[in-house]
C-alpha cells in the first residue's frame, strides 16, 4: 500500500490540489461561502494526501528525487525527497490540515468584509510554498519558493487591511524577510561559487572542497537568514507583530509550520551538505538558543495581548529547538556522533510538538478572539463557562506547551535535557559551561512559560468577567472544535508514543548524511522505555500516563470513601464585605509583575504616574491618577534604530544624485557607457 | 511476592506518615515558643474533620477549582511511588526519573495556582503570582543539585543514585555537600516554608500557599492540606535517601528493609528539627529578597557540578 | 565596394559634421535643417545595397526610411516650432569653446586604441564605425548640454542615425527587419515629440528643462 503511495504522481497531485484550491478560491471569489468551501476543501484535500504520502515516505528507504528540467539555464525544478523533507512534509500537512478544517468555520467572521477568494488565494499558494520549500534541491528554485511563500504570507498578514497596525507589522514582516532573504542568498551563492553548481546534490559530492573560512562564513550567514525566518533574537522583531495581525489559523500555520522551514534549511545546510564542523559552531548555536528561549519567555510574560504572548512564546521554543540543534553541532565536531543523533533527535521532536500545541494555542486564541472582538487579556475572564470546549483545548495546549507529562511537550524537552546533560559530562572546559548555561536557561525557560500560562489561561478564563466583551462570548462552531479538539487528541497521543516516535526519528536523522551509519545513544525497549546511553536515563511516557491517571483514580477513590455523604453548597467568594465586581480580581498586569521587576535588568520596566489634584494648592484628594506602565523595546532602541538611522542617513546623502534634471541623468549614462565599454574592452 | 508487598509498603508511606510530620514540625515550634502546643497527631484529626464537612464553592468557580485538588494530590501520589524511601534496590526505569518527578510536581503547582486564580477573589489572584514566581526560580536550583547527584552516581534515576551515593567514598562528598545545601533551599521554597513563606499566616501581606487555597473547604480542602504535607514529606526524603542513603535498605532481606524504615523515619525526623529550628529562628524574607536566595541556591549547585566533573 | 567607399565616406563624414554643427546652432529651425541633412545622408546610405542586388523590398524601406526622416520628421518639428513660436532653443550648460572640447576629447576618444577594438569588428570599413561611434557620442553629449527640449530630441533622433550608420557599416544582413526596427524607433520618436512637447508647453509655458523643475498640481 505504501508503495502505491509513494509515487511521483502522487506528489504533484498534492502540489495541483493547492494549485486548484487557490484558483478556485479566485474563480468563486464574487461568492463569499463557495470560494471559503473551494479553498478548504482542496486544502484538507492536499493535506491528507499530504500526511499519506510523507508517512509512506518516510517508511521507505528509497531516494526519492524528481527532477523537472526548465528552459531556463540554470533553473530546474528539482524535488529531493529524503527523510527529513518527508517529516517536514507531515508537519506542514498535518497542521494544514487542522488548520483548514477550523478555518472553514473561522472564515465565515470575514464574509463581506475582506474577499474570501484572496484569502484562499494567498492561504493555498502558502502552503503550497512551503511544501516547495522543504523539498527544493536547486538553489535558485529554492529562492523562488522560498519568496513565493514569504510573500503570500505577507498578504496574509496584511488580510485584515483596515487596521492600521496590521499593514505596519506587514510592512515590518515584508524588510525583515527580505533581509534575511539577502544573507540567504550570499549563503547560498557563495555556496555556487565554491563548488559550482546550484543543485544540492553537487554541492553536497564537492562540499569538501570548501575552504574552511568561507564555510564558517557560509555559516554566520546562514545562521543569521534563517534565523531571522525562525525569529531568533536578535533577528525577531517581525514575529511579535506579525503573527498576532494574521488571521489564526494562518497565525497557527505561521507559528507553527513557517518558522520551522528556517530550521529545516538549517538542519539541512550544515548536517546534511557541511561534514567537518567546528567546534565552535555548536556553541554559538547553543548561546542563541539561551537567549533566545530566555527572553522570549521573558517577553511574553510582559504581554498582554493573547496572540503576541503566543508568538513570543513562539520564539523561545526556538530557541529549544536550537538547544537540541547546537548540541547536535558540538557533539559531531567532538565526534562523539552518538550524542549527535541523540541531540538532533531531540530538535527534531520538538519541532513537530511545537507544531502541534502552537498551533492548538494559536487556533484556540483565534476562537476567543473571533468571538470577544477583542485581543486584550484584561479585558476577557470567566470564559470557561462561556466557552468550555474551548477553555478545555487551551488547556491542553498550556499544559503542553509547559512541559506537564503526559503531553508531548514534556518528552521532547525531556530528549533536549538529556542532550545537554551529556554535554555537560563529555565536553572540554570551555563549552561544559556553554552547556550548563544552556540547560540553567532551559529549566529556567521551563518554569517561566509554566507561570506565563497560567496567567493566561487564568485571566482569559477563570473568575468573573472583566468586561462586556467577555460577557458576550459564545462557543465556537463545530469545524472550530473540531480542528481544536483534533490538535489535543495529536499532542497527548504524540506524548504517549513518544517511545516509538524516537525510533522514527532516529530513522529519519541517520538519513542525513552527517550521521549515516551511526547507532543513537538512546534505545527504545520493546515496553517503550527510552533509554538513554545505556542507564544514565530513562522513562517510559506509558507509564507516566497510567501512573498519572491511577494517581488521580486513587484520589478520587479516598475522597470517595472518606467523604461519602458531605454535601456542596455554592455560594458566593469570600468579598471581605463588598461587593464583588471585576475590578476584585487579579489582573495580567498584576500577575506578571513580580516578575517584570524581578527581571528589570533585561526588560527595563518604566512606570509613569500623573496625579490631578482638586484642588492643586493643597495637595491633598486627587481627582485622578494615571499610570503607565511600559516595556521598552530593547532590540528597536539599541539595535534596530541606530543601524536605521545610518541607513537613513547614507541614503539622504545618496538621494543627491537624483537632482531633478534631465540633462544629469543622461549624463550619468553617458559616462557609465563609457566607463563600461573602457572596461568592457 | 515480597517485592510487590514492599511496593505496596512503599507507596502508602509517604501519604500516610506525612501529616504525622507535620504534627511534629508544630510541635517542635511550639516548644521553641514556650507552648504546649497541640499533640503531633493533630493533623490527622484536621484531616478527618475536614473530611467530615460540607462544602461551599463559590459560583464563580469552574470545574478547574473542583478538579485541582485532585490532580494535586495524584501528583503527589505519582511521585511517592518513583521516590527511593527506605529501598533502593528497587528499580523503577519508567517514572524514577529527576525530571519526571520535577516535572509530576510541576502539575500539581500548575493546578493550585489555577484553582487560586479560579475564584476570582482578591487572595488567590496574588498567591498565584507569588506561587508562580518562586516556583519558576526554585526549580533551577531543585533541578541542578539533583543534576550534581546524577552527575556524580552515573544515573539520573532516583535509586540507582541512592544505591550509588551509599557507596561513595568521603572526599567526593563535598559537591554532594553544597548540592545539599542548593537543594534544601530549593526544598523550603517548593513546601512553602521559612523564609518563602508561612504555612500559618493568613495575612495578606505574607501569604502564598495558603492564599491560593483560601477558598477551599471540606473535602477538597482536606485533599490540598494532605498534598501539602506529602509534598513536604516527598522532598524530606529526597534530601535524606539521596544525599544521606546510608540505611537505605540494599537487599531484599527483612531485616534490611526494617531498619531501612527505622533509619529513614529518624532521617525525617532529623529533618523535621532543622525545618523547625529554621522556622522558629528566622523571620520570613520580603518577596523581592527571594530570588537572590534562590540565585545563591543555583549558583551553589552549579559550583557543584564544576567540582564533580 | 571601393566604387562607392568614396560616396560612403563622403556621407558619413556629413553626419558627423552635422551632429557638430547642432552643438553649435541658436536656432531650432537651424536644428532642424541640420538634421535634414543628416536624415538625407543616411537616406542616401541606405540606397547603396540596390547597386549589388536589386530587391524591392530594400528600395521599399529606404525610400520610406528616407520620406519619413528627410521630409516628414523635419516638416514635423518645422510646423511644431511654428505653432508654439518656438524660434530659439534654449541656452546649453556649457559655453560654446568648452563645449567644443568635450566634442574634440570625444572625438579622440573615438580613435584610441579601446574603442577602435570595437570598430575592428568589420576592418574594412573601420574608420567609418569610428566616426559613427563618434557620431553617437556626440549626440549624446548634446542632449546632455542642451537645455531645450526640442535640441534634445534632435539629439536623440540624431543618436538613432549614428547608431544606423554604425549599423549599416558593421556587415550586419541588411533584413527588412532592420528597416523596420529603424522605423518604428522613428515613429514612436515623433509620437513621443508631439505629445510631450505640446503638453509640456502648455503646461509649463516653455520648453526649458531648468523650468520643468517643479511639479505642479
Redesign the interface.
Same mark, same amino acid.
Given at each position: 500500500m505504501f508503495e502505491t503511495m509513494l509515487s511521483q504522481s502522487t506528489f504533484f497531485a498534492i502540489m495541483a490540489l493547492f494549485v486548484l484550491g487557490a484558483i478556485t478560491a479566485l474563480f468563486f471569489r464574487k461568492d463569499d461561502k463557495l470560494a471559503n468551501l473551494a479553498s478548504s476543501f482542496f486544502a484538507i484535500l492536499g493535506s491528507l494526501l499530504g500526511i499519506a504520502y510523507s508517512i509512506a515516505a518516510i517508511n521507505s528507504d528509497a531516494a526519492i528525487f524528481y527532477e523537472i528540467k526548465s528552459s531556463f539555464p540554470l533553473l530546474s525544478f528539482n524535488f529531493n525527497i529524503d527523510h527529513l523533507a518527508a517529516f517536514f512534509i507531515f508537519i506542514i500537512s498535518l497542521i494544514s490540515l487542522f488548520c483548514s478544517i477550523y478555518g472553514i468555520g473561522y472564515i465565515k467572521h470575514y464574509y463581506g468584509k475582506y474577499s474570501i477568494g484572496g484569502l484562499g488565494f494567498f492561504y493555498n499558494l502558502f502552503i503550497l510554498g512551503m511544501l516547495c520549500v522543504v523539498t527544493a534541491s536547486n538553489i535558485l528554485f529554492f529562492l523562488m519558493v522560498w519568496e513565493i511563500m514569504s510573500l503570500a504570507s505577507y498578504f496574509l498578514v496584511i488580510y485584515e487591511r483596515d487596521k492600521q497596525e496590521n499593514v505596519k507589522a506587514g510592512f515590518l514582516y515584508f524588510v525583515m524577510t527580505h533581509i534575511g532573504t539577502a544573507f540567504i542568498i550570499l549563503a547560498l551563492l557563495l555556496m555556487y561559487k565554491f563548488t559550482g553548481s546550484f543543485d544540492f546534490f553537487a554541492i553536497k559530492e564537492s562540499a569538501g572542497s570548501i575552504p574552511p573560512l568561507v564555510k564558517d562564513i557560509i555559516f554566520i550567514l546562514a545562521l543569521i537568514g534563517f534565523g531571522t525566518k525562525a525569529g531568533v533574537i536578535p533577528f525577531h522583531i517581525w514575529l511579535p507583530s506579525a503573527h498576532p495581525a494574521a488571521p489564526s489559523h494562518v497565525s497557527a500555520l505561521m507559528s507553527g509550520v513557517m518558522i520551522k522551514t528556517g530550521i529545516y534549511m538549517m538542519i539541512r545546510i550544515f548536517f546534511d551538505i557541511f561534514t567537518d564542523i567546528p567546534i565552535w559552531w555548536g556553541g554559538v548555536v547553543l548561546i542563541i538558543g539561551a537567549v533566545s528561549a530566555l527572553l522570549g519567555v521573558l517577553y511574553a510574560l510582559t504581554e498582554h495581548d493573547l496572540k503576541k504572548l503566543l508568538a513570543y512564546h513562539s520564539i523561545e521554543n526556538i530557541g529549544i529547538i536550537l538547544f537540541g540543534i547546537g548540541s547536535a553541532l558540538s557533539f559531531s565536531s567532538m565526534g562523539m556522533n552518538s550524542f549527535a543523533i541523540l541531540g538532533l533527535v531531540a530538535a527534531l521532536f520538538h519541532t513537530l510538538n511545537h507544531a502541534t500545541f502552537k498551533s492548538l494555542l494559536f487556533l484556540s486564541a483565534g476562537s476567543v478572539i473571533s468571538k470577544t472582538h477583542t485581543g486584550n487579556i484584561e479585558e476577557y475572564g470567566g470564559l470557561i463557562k462561556y466557552m468550555p470546549q474551548t477553555a478545555f483545548f487551551f488547556l491542553v495546549g498550556s499544559m503542553a506547551i509547559s512541559a506537564l507529562p503526559p503531553f508531548n511537550g514534556f518528552f521532547s524537552e525531556w530528549l533536549t535535557f538529556q542532550a545537554l546533560f551529556e554535554g555537560i559530562r563529555s565536553m572540554g572546559a570551555a563549552y561544559r559551561w556553554i552547556f550548563i548555561f544552556s540547560a540553567g536557561s532551559l529549566i529556567l525557560t521551563s518554569g517561566l512559560a509554566l507561570a506565563c500560562f497560567v496567567k493566561a489561561f487564568g485571566i482569559t478564563f477563570l473568575a468573573r468577567p472583566r468586561s462586556e466583551h467577555a460577557k458576550q462570548a459564545k462557543e465556537s462552531l463545530f469545524s472550530l472544535k473540531f480542528g481544536m479538539a483534533a490538535l489535543s487528541a495529536v499532542c497527548l497521543l504524540l506524548g504517549l508514543f513518544s517511545g516509538f516516535l524516537s525510533g522514527i526519528f532516529n530513522n529519519i536523522v541517520r538519513g542525513i548524511r552527517l550521521f549515516n551509519g551511526y547507532e543513537p545513544a538512546f534505545s527504545v525497549s520493546q515496553s517503550h522505555i527510552i533509554n538513554i546511553n545505556s542507564g544514565f536515563s530513562s522513562l517510559s511516557a506509558p507509564a507516566i500516563f497510567v501512573v498519572l491517571s491511577l494517581a488521580g483514580i486513587a484520589a478520587l477513590a479516598i475522597t470517595r470513601l472518606l467523604a461519602k455523604d458531605q454535601k456542596v453548597k455554592i455560594g458566593a467568594t469570600w468579598d471581605c464585605g463588598t461587593d464583588l465586581g471585576p475590578r476584585m480580581e487579579i489582573t495580567a498586569t498584576g500577575f506578571s509583575r513580580t516578575i517584570i521587576m524581578i527581571f528589570k535588568g533585561i526588560l527595563k520596566p518604566s512606570k509613569q504616574a500623573e496625579i490631578e489634584y482638586r484642588d492643586a494648592n493643597m495637595r491633598y484628594f486627587p481627582k485622578s491618577r494615571t499610570l503607565v506602565l511600559e516595556i521598552s523595546d530593547v532590540y528597536r532602541k539599541y539595535f534596530y534604530k541606530p543601524l536605521y538611522n545610518f541607513v537613513l542617513k547614507i541614503s539622504g546623502q545618496v538621494k543627491k544624485i537624483q537632482s531633478g534634471n534631465v540633462n544629469a541623468y543622461v549624463l550619468y549614462i553617458f559616462t557609465a557607457l563609457i566607463l563600461l565599454l573602457f572596461f568592457a574592452v | 511476592m515480597a517485592e510487590i508487598i514492599i511496593w505496596i509498603i512503599q507507596i502508602l508511606i509517604l501519604p500516610a506518615l506525612s501529616p504525622l510530620c507535620v504534627g511534629i514540625i508544630r510541635k517542635i515550634k511550639a516548644r521553641f515558643q514556650n507552648r504546649q502546643g497541640a499533640s503531633i497527631f493533630q493533623p490527622y484529626n484536621d484531616l478527618w474533620k475536614l473530611f467530615h464537612k460540607d462544602e461551599v464553592i463559590s459560583r464563580d468557580a469552574s470545574w478547574i477549582f473542583r478538579f485541582a485538588p485532585f490532580a494535586i494530590f495524584g501528583a503527589t501520589l505519582a511521585v511517592s511511588a518513583s521516590i527511593p524511601i527506605f529501598a533502593s534496590f528497587l528499580s523503577n526505569n519508567f517514572t524514577g526519573d529527576i525530571l519526571t518527578i520535577i516535572y509530576i510536581l510541576a502539575i500539581g503547582t500548575f493546578f493550585l495556582a489555577l484553582a487560586g486564580l479560579d475564584v476570582g477573589g482578591a487572595f488567590g489572584g496574588f498567591g498565584s503570582s507569588r506561587e508562580m514566581t518562586v516556583s519558576s526560580l526554585a526549580e533551577g536550583g531543585l533541578l541542578f543539585s539533583l543534576l550534581v547527584l546524577s552527575f556524580v552516581s552515573g544515573t539520573t534515576n532516583l535509586f540507582s543514585i541512592s544505591g550509588t551515593i551509599d557507596s561513595l567514598s568521603l572526599a567526593s562528598l563535598l559537591p554532594v555537600v553544597l548540592a545539599f545545601l542548593g537543594f534544601f533551599i530549593a526544598l523550603l521554597a517548593e513546601t512553602a516554608r521559612f523564609p518563602f513563606d508561612n504555612p500559618s499566616t493568613h495575612l495578606e501581606l505574607t501569604m502564598i500557599h495558603e492564599a491560593m487555597i483560601i477558598e477551599y473547604s471540606g473535602k477538597r480542602l482536606a485533599l490540598i492540606e494532605w498534598a501539602s504535607a506529602s509534598k513536604l514529606l516527598i522532598f524530606i526524603t529526597l534530601g535524606s535517601s539521596l544525599f544521606f542513603p546510608w540505611g537505605i535498605a540494599q537487599s531484599l532481606s527483612l531485616s534490611a528493609i526494617i531498619f531501612g524504615i527505622l533509619v529513614f523515619l529518624a532521617k525525617a525526623l532529623i529533618f523535621c528539627l532543622a525545618i523547625a529550628v529554621i522556622e522558629s529562628g528566622i523571620a520570613k524574607l520580603r518577596l523581592f529578597r527571594l530570588p537572590d536566595l534562590l540565585l545563591f541556591s543555583f549558583i551553589l549547585s552549579i559550583i557543584a557540578i564544576g567540582l564533580t566533573i | 565596394m571601393t566604387d562607392y567607399s568614396s560616396l560612403q565616406s563622403l556621407m558619413i563624414a556629413a553626419i558627423f559634421l552635422s551632429a557638430v554643427l547642432l552643438h553649435l546652432t541658436k536656432k531650432n529651425s537651424s536644428a532642424i535643417l541640420l538634421y535634414f541633412i543628416q536624415s538625407l545622408a543616411i537616406g542616401i546610405l541606405l540606397f547603396r545595397p540596390l547597386a549589388e542586388n536589386f530587391s524591392l523590398i530594400i528600395l521599399l524601406m529606404a525610400g520610406l526610411t528616407l520620406a519619413i526622416k528627410a521630409v516628414i520628421a523635419p516638416l514635423f518639428f518645422l510646423r511644431l516650432v511654428k505653432r508654439h513660436q518656438l524660434k530659439f532653443s534654449a541656452s546649453t550648460?556649457l559655453n560654446t569653446p568648452l563645449t567644443l572640447i568635450v566634442i574634440a576629447a570625444l572625438a579622440a =576618444?573615438t580613435n584610441s586604441r579601446? #574603442?577602435s577594438? +570595437?570598430a575592428s569588428i568589420e576592418p574594412a570599413s573601420q574608420k567609418i564605425l569610428s566616426l559613427a561611434i563618434a557620431v553617437v =557620442?556626440v549626440s #549624446? #553629449?548634446l +542632449? +546632455?548640454?542642451? !537645455?531645450g527640449a526640442i535640441s534634445?530630441i534632435i539629439g536623440i533622433l540624431s543618436l538613432e542615425n549614428g547608431i544606423v550608420a554604425f549599423a549599416l557599416f558593421s556587415g550586419l544582413e541588411q533584413s527588412p527587419a532592420l528597416q523596420i526596427g529603424i522605423m518604428f524607433d522613428l515613429l514612436v520618436w515623433v509620437i513621443i515629440a508631439a505629445v510631450f512637447i505640446s503638453m509640456i508647453y502648455k503646461q509649463f509655458g516653455s520648453l526649458d528643462?531648468?523650468e =520643468? !523643475?517643479h511639479l505642479k498640481e
Open positions: - | - | 550648460y =576618444l579601446i #574603442f577594438h +570595437i =557620442l #549624446f #553629449f +542632449i +546632455i548640454n542642451r !537645455k534634445q528643462v531648468t =520643468l !523643475k
